[in-house]
């Protein structure tokens, strides 16, 4: 078998020891005289127990025993610890049976405190190598969470069968030592030890916990062997480890080969089909079961009422809640809250409440409940009501009535909540800490979110995960890239959402392109890079980056792919002038029948919009809303008007506005504006202008771009207007300003800019590019000069743009044929646009600029945008 090194990692090398053998004798016998003062202390707790003693005629060790086993297999587990007290102070005989079944008990009662008392009386008789009793002091320390002395019990016993095997592995499962247990699972066999059915189910229960699928298979494969397939319980694991492992195929292949079903084979196929989303195959499943008189129990029962709150399925919950009555389950507490829950899922709110109301006993559980049907329907008061009303009874929320309520409604009195959940001391609780800050995040608050998130104790990856997230949404980059490194030299490891969250934080404009690649390279060593999330995050970090080419072989290379990721890519390709190339993705989407959203549409659109599509867009547009039944939205409509805008059809632009079914945002007009300053169209941008102010009176934009309108037609009187109502008002406007980033080192420049300590080098370097700019034929545009000074002053003005400078600095400080980058937070004008085409030509660069609106790649003298800018 391929499983582990060929069982080359055995039991004996990974447990832990206890220094000496003789150490730990002498530790059992120092404490052995504890068992007489248990004796004498332990008084019976039942009466009936107290009178077996009166009654039992002799001191018949047969007797005795089966009066231990009698009460045990009753599960009267207390009263066989006061039988087997009371014999011990009695000086009745016991022997390994007697031991062997007290320990059980203590096992189960998880009473650590007696077991160990038992087992220095084993020691003390002489019955400690008894093989019986020998495991039943391995199971009492696996329950009892006592790994250490269990290890130490198992390696002492010069005997060990396959009942103490199955006992040493099943309890590192139920410990959580998955990896101890396929070890001993291994190691047993080697010693030439054959499992049972029990150590099959053991190994098998673990292994569906770790999610260890491919081993379980190989398991699998050893059970057919030794001839256990058609065993019940065995073919019950087989189906559990299956389904928790999404292998529903597998799991009703040996759900239908078993000859012999239990309640349990049928409850556990039941709720792995639930599990894995195949709700149709479970309700045939149940249908199945009525048909072959299978008895429906109360878990079957909740499971399949939990189905029909999935499938909201009201008519089929009202009759299984016929069902439970008929069937005398109707007030259990786990059947009436599955029935609040799936009434609430379907809406029937008034439903759930009257089985609310007729809980005699009502815990945490339905009272949260409750409250979550009550957010979920956007029925706030009640839900507050009912959450006071909780507080009056004297029934105290617990972590999940916390999360519940800022999970549905993290807006909606967020410090009252915050309040609520430091009066009862769970702020430092995990789950409810990650949900109070995911809260504080959601509306902005960061300083608020790191406060709780500091708190909280002990942090898991969940909550290191939504803290990235929150640095990532407000473009902290520097903040997320601390965070990561925190939380790995703390000993964490980050999962898929965390670099999801880490890439989404490097995917800011100002974050360094070099720690995106940095991050992608630790999902590549960690094993998280084909995660759909990440992946997905990869795409977008890589178009946004000015990197279209390594966010396309992200996209190939993707194993599954979600609506995110296509959208990625066309939108994508779209800010990078391929308009294309995102028309050829979006044609891909349609050939394999996807489902589509309004983001797909916005980023078609934007693609036609920038490579000059018109009618393409409006056949693109109408598919969405006659086809697909997409409501368009301000978004869709602001880039139909940019669209015609750009295209100089301003009459069809404001056909769109007049024709919208809501009133133009602030967006639409901007967009209006900013082509009737292209197109000079004085009367629809001073509309435009006017609208906009109303709407945004501290922004600068509409000032500046009406001012710059009226420049350029050259109304320098209005222009003047405009910049004393700008003056008035206190409206500053936006400083334009470009940075690159040269050796993982970020460099900002202003027009003009002086600042930098080569200054005096970058300004030669521009004087030796505006002479060979001029061999080359280079003319300037001073009509991007909405100034009114000489035409002189004008050339110098645009020869020290912020994007030039930024240019120039990159060409001094890298090697001759290095890519440069450049960022800028306002649009490139035309002249820029037109210099920066040269530039790459006659220094033989590639340069990519990203302004407000797009990315530019410039390269032999030409730009993707194809003047579409």
């Not at 053991?202 to 058609?230: P, Y």
């Not at 089985?355 to 009502?362: A, E, G, N």
């Not at 959203?597 to 036609?608: E, K, L, M, Y």
């Not at 002189?792 to 890519?819: C, D, M, N, W, Y």
Request: proline content about 3%.
């Amino acid at each position: 078998m391929s499983f582990r090194a060929p069982f080359g990692r055995l039991i004996s090398s990974n447990r832990l020891k206890i220094s000496s053998h003789n150490h730990y004798v002498n530790r059992l016998h120092a404490v052995a005289s504890n068992l007489e003062t248990a004796a004498e202390a332990f008084e019976p707790v039942n009466q009936s127990a107290h009178q077996l003693f009166v009654k039992i005629p002799q001191r018949d060790l047969s007797h005795n025993n089966h009066l231990l086993y009698e009460h045990s297999r009753n599960n009267r587990n207390a009263e066989v610890l006061n039988l087997f007290l009371g014999f011990r102070r009695l000086g009745f005989p016991l022997d390994g049976s007697s031991l062997s079944c007290a320990l059980k008990v203590c096992g189960c009662l998880v009473d650590h405190v007696v077991g160990k008392q038992v087992h220095c009386h084993c020691v003390k008789v002489g019955l400690v190598e008894d093989v019986s009793v020998g495991t039943s002091l391995v199971d009492m320390y696996m329950k009892t969470e006592n790994v250490v002395d269990g290890d130490h019990v198992f390696d002492e016993m010069p005997e060990k069968n396959v009942v103490s095997w199955t006992s040493l592995l099943a309890g590192y499962a139920r410990n959580g030592l998955v990896e101890r247990a396929i070890d001993s699972f291994f190691a047993m066999q080697v010693r030439g030890i054959r499992p049972n059915s029990f150590t099959f189910a053991a190994i098998l229960g673990a292994l569906a916990d770790d999610g260890a699928v491919q081993e379980g298979a190989q398991v699998h494969t050893l059970v057919i062997k030794n001839g256990l397939e058609l065993t019940t319980f065995v073919g019950n694991s087989l189906v559990n480890m299956y389904a928790k492992s999404g292998m529903v195929k597998y799991a009703k292949a040996v759900f239908n080969d078993m000859e012999n079903r239990s309640e349990i084979s049928w409850n556990g196929m039941m709720a792995g089909l639930v599990t894995n989303g195949q709700g149709l195959d479970a309700l045939e499943l149940f249908h199945r079961m009525r048909l072959g008189g299978v008895k429906l129990t109360q878990t079957l029962f909740v499971i399949v009422i939990k189905l029909c709150a999935n499938l909201k399925e009201v008519g089929f919950a009202r009759q299984l809640h016929c069902q439970v009555v008929k069937n005398g389950f109707g007030t259990a507490p786990n059947i009436r809250t599955a029935l609040m829950v799936s009434y609430m899922r379907c809406r029937q709110m008034n439903g759930a409440f009257k089985l609310f109301c007729l809980m005699q006993i009502r815990n945490v559980v339905p009272w949260t409940a409750m409250i979550k049907g009550y957010l979920q329907n956007g029925r706030l008061e009640e839900a507050a009501n009912l959450f006071c009303q909780m507080s009056r009874e004297g029934v105290r929320p617990n972590h999940f009535t916390f999360s519940t309520i800022l999970g549905s409604h993290p807006t909606v009195s967020l410090f009252q909540v915050h309040a609520q959940v430091i009066k009862y001391n769970y702020e430092n609780s995990p789950t409810v800490g990650t949900a109070l800050l995911d809260c504080y995040i959601k509306i902005g608050t960061i300083i608020e979110a790191a406060r709780v998130f500091d708190l909280i104790e002990p942090k898991d990856i969940v909550a290191w995960s939504a803290m990235l997230a929150g640095h990532a949404q407000i473009g902290d980059s520097d903040g997320a890239l601390r965070l990561f490194c925190q939380l790995t030299s703390e000993g964490f490891q980050p999962n898929e959402y965390t670099f999801s969250s880490l890439i989404n934080a490097c995917a800011t404009p100002m974050a360094s392109v070099e720690h995106g690649k940095q991050v992608h390279a630790s999902s590549i060593k960690s094993g998280y890079h084909n995660a759909v999330c990440v992946s997905t995050a990869l795409v977008t970090m890589y178009a946004k980056r000015g990197d279209i080419e390594n966010a396309n072989e992200v996209f190939k290379r993707q194993r599954e792919r979600d609506l995110v990721s296509w959208n990625s890519m066309i939108s994508g390709y779209a800010q990078h002038g391929h308009g294309k190339k995102a028309l050829s993705i979006f044609e891909e989407m349609q050939r394999k029948n996807l489902e589509m959203d309004g983001v797909t549409f916005i980023g078609v659109i934007t693609a036609c919009t920038h490579a000059g599509l018109v009618e393409e867009a409006q056949r693109y547009f109408n598919v969405m809303v006659n086809d697909l039944q997409i409501i368009p939205t301000m978004e869709h409509y602001s880039c139909m008007i940019d669209l015609y805008s750009r295209a100089g059809l301003l009459e069809k632009a404001k056909a769109v506005v007049d024709g919208m079914p809501f009133p133009a945002g602030a967006t639409v007009w901007r967009t209006l504006l900013a082509a009737c300053r292209v197109h000079r169209n004085i009367e629809l941008g001073k509309l435009a202008a006017e609208k906009l102010i109303a709407l945004q009176p501290q922004d600068s934009a509409a000032y500046v771009l009406l001012s710059n309108l009226h420049a350029s037609a050259g109304n320098w009187q209005e222009k003047a207007k405009v910049r004393k109502l700008m003056d008035e008002r206190k409206v500053k406007k936006e400083v334009g300003y470009s940075w690159t980033e040269i050796n993982n080192k970020t460099y900002w420049f202003m027009a003009g800019d002086l600042s930098h300590p080569l200054s005096d080098h970058i300004y030669l370097k521009l004087e030796e590019l505006s002479s060979r700019l001029k061999d080359a034929g280079y003319c300037p545009d001073t009509n991007y000069v909405l100034h009114d000074v000489e035409d002189e002053h004008k050339e110098v003005i645009l020869s020290q743009h912020s994007e030039r400078l930024a240019i120039a600095f990159g060409l001094i400080s890298t090697l001759p044929g290095t890519p440069l980058q450049i960022v800028k937070n306002l649009r490139v004008c035309g002249d820029c646009h037109a210099v920066i085409k040269l530039v790459s030509q006659i220094e033989g660069r590639q340069i990519v600029v990203r302004d407000s609106i797009r990315f530019h790649h410039f390269k032999g003298g030409l730009c993707s945008c194809g003047e579409y800018w």
